[in-house]
């Protein structure tokens, strides 16, 4: 189900010129990763915890969703995060995230936050509720050595998620009334780099 989500490619098709794709170079670093036969014959990358690094599931990802065409379960296009926040950036905004895991917490109704450090500087909040996790570990019991979130609270890691905006409602640690952006996440990976 959430794959679906993932892969809205089909839905409501707004495209401002041709689809934002990856190159084929990029798209050669990907080919260990699997995929099957989209709408009209296109593929779509389905089992994004095979991605090595978050370069890798980005890639998969801007496949499946270009920048410049929506989609998805919100119907609106999907933004790409790496280097910092826009200050213009509007709430339930649907993007991809990476940034490098400052502290992960377990949330006591179950689920996951994390601190993470944008290529910025800039610090926001990421949460995964117990749901979502639980769904996202589902996807790759039984399968060795292959996991989404393998150390999901080692400082460092790249952690990188398809999530929701927020808005400026997460908490600074160093200073509690500073207000940072926030995310709803809907999968995550973390990775070396």
Excluded at 89 to 112: M, N, Q, T
Excluded at 120 to 136: H, I, M, W, Y
Excluded at 140 to 146: D, E, F, S, V
Excluded at 177 to 185: G, M
Aim: aromatic share 6%; charged share 25%; glycine share 8%.
């Amino acid at each position: 189900m959430l794959l679906a989500g993932l892969t809205g490619c089909d839905q409501a098709k707004k495209v401002v010129g041709p689809p934002e794709v990856p190159s084929d170079a990029q798209m050669k670093k990907i080919s260990y990763m699997t995929a099957a036969d989209g709408p009209q014959g296109r593929k779509t990358y389905t089992q994004l915890w095979e991605a090595k690094t978050c370069a890798d599931l980005e890639t998969a990802m801007r496949w499946n969703r270009p920048p410049n065409v929506a989609g998805g379960s919100f119907g609106k296009r999907m933004v790409y995060l790496t280097n910092n926040v826009p200050a213009d950036l509007e709430d339930e905004s649907e993007v991809f995230l990476v940034g490098s895991i400052e502290k992960g917490d377990p949330l006591v109704a179950g689920g996951e936050v994390w601190l993470l450090k944008m290529r910025d500087g800039s610090l926001v909040q990421a949460a995964e509720t117990a749901d979502f996790l639980t769904r996202q570990e589902a996807q790759t019991a039984g399968i060795p050595n292959q996991a989404a979130l393998s150390k999901p609270n080692k400082p460092g890691r790249t952690f990188c998620a398809h999530a929701v905006f927020q808005g400026l409602r997460g908490k600074d640690p160093m200073q509690q009334e500073k207000k940072i952006p926030l995310f709803s996440v809907m999968y995550a990976i973390d990775r070396d780099k």
